[in-house]
């Protein structure tokens, strides 16, 4: 029985050049939020979530998040913001958000993002 050493390829297509745009780390450009989702920490982080000082990892799972999708020429991303319970903390994501474009994310509405070291897009604050 002869011995064959032919590898399966995989169907497609036979290319001899590949063009494609080499993305910039923390280059910013225009982009847009696209999407807004109300959900829950646990949802987005599961076992991960972070835990505050003052929760358990089920009241942490259960804090209201925002999911916030954007993307720009080529450039996509997401961004999670807690809830304010009251007002806005200045220091928090959603207060550096208001501080940096007036007003609270709105779909629709022009933001500036950049992809960071791992070229996830990311939103500059």
Not at 98 to 108: C, E, I, S, T, W
């Amino acid at each position: 029985m002869p011995e064959t050493n032919q590898r399966k390829l995989p169907s497609g297509s036979d290319l001899d050049e590949y063009e494609a745009e080499l993305a910039t780390v923390g280059k910013s450009q225009d982009g847009a939020i696209t999407r807004i989702i109300e959900t829950t920490a646990g949802e987005i982080f599961g076992e991960k979530t972070k835990v505050f000082e003052d929760e358990t990892l089920d009241e942490a799972k259960g804090r209201k998040v925002l999911w916030i999708a954007f993307e720009g020429d080529g450039l996509v991303g997401n961004a999670v913001m807690n809830l304010p319970k009251g007002k806005v903390r200045p220091k928090s994501a959603m207060g550096q958000f208001v501080a940096r474009y007036g007003r609270l994310p709105k779909v629709g509405m022009a933001v500036s993002i950049h992809a960071d070291e791992n070229l996830y897009g990311q939103l500059d604050f």
